[in-house]
């Protein structure tokens, strides 16, 4: 089985654009969640979607935002960039919800200029 | 708000010796324990979960650690470190019965294996 996908694996913007990261779980998985992760705040989750609905929410602004499609993929969007959300987005993805076992992703590596 | 405490951002040990890292959670109710491992330019893989029974768990690569609920622990050994081991290493909880898969990570320690 193929692992997670994350593309793209690296991404370069400017302060005020927006960036859209994609993430293709494992097949079958239905559960996805975001995480960022710096060298100053550690690993912070972002939001988990699950069958197309967001099912929990970190402490993030709303220029954080998320969706999935039918198929499980999901995207996590970051509007009106900010030098501080220079980090590594990780996505997770799980079978279902609960104690199960989350695969991660190789991660977007995100530089804001 | 669910914490995880890693005693030590940076451990060093000496191949063949023992690895131990220092894991402590803040709820009164035991959670769901893992511990993950990150090697450069890589995303998280899981060594190990705790959810029920047995306290003392075993995980991928000779690793295992043991849930303590009365010291909220959940420390992750190693008898003898290898240099593959070189790595950053992340204690990770979720909160039973919560309606998600909500992981709260610890600081993340990083390990160093000297020759």
């Known amino acids: 089985k193929a692992g997670v996908t994350q593309t793209p694996r690296y991404l370069i913007k400017t302060r005020g654009q927006q960036v859209t990261l994609s993430c293709s779980p494992i097949?079958?998985?239905?559960?996805v969640s975001w995480y960022q992760q710096t060298p100053g705040q550690g690993l912070q989750f972002l939001f988990e979607?699950?069958?197309?609905?967001?099912?929990n929410k970190g402490n993030f602004p709303g220029r954080f935002s998320g969706r999935q499609f039918s198929n499980s993929r999901s995207e996590m969007n970051v509007s009106t960039l900010e030098l501080g959300d220079s980090a590594l987005y990780l996505c997770?993805?799980?079978?279902?919800?609960?104690?199960?076992?989350?695969?991660f992703g190789p991660g977007t590596r995100l530089t804001v200029l | 708000a669910q914490s995880v405490t890693q005693l030590g951002s940076h451990v060093s040990v000496s191949e063949g010796a023992l690895v131990l890292l220092r894991c402590n959670y803040s709820?009164?109710?035991?959670?769901?324990l893992f511990w993950y491992v990150q090697y450069p330019n890589q995303g998280l893989q899981l060594l190990l979960k705790?959810?029920?029974?047995?306290?003392l768990v075993k995980g991928i690569n000779g690793f295992e650690a043991e849930f303590k609920k009365s010291e909220t622990s959940f420390h992750l050994t190693k008898p003898s470190a290898h240099m593959s081991d070189a790595a950053e290493y992340f204690c990770?909880?979720?909160?039973?019965?919560?309606?998600?898969?909500?992981?709260?990570f610890g600081g993340g320690t990083r390990v160093l294996v000297k020759p």
């Open positions: 709820s009164s109710v035991p959670p769901y």
């Open positions: 705790y959810t029920t029974g047995a306290t």
């Open positions: 990770a909880v979720s909160d039973r019965g919560a309606a998600g898969n909500k992981l709260t």
């Open positions: 979607y699950f069958s197309e609905t967001q099912r």
């Open positions: 097949s079958g998985h239905r559960s």
């Open positions: 997770a993805s799980s079978l279902v919800q609960g104690a199960n076992e989350q695969f």
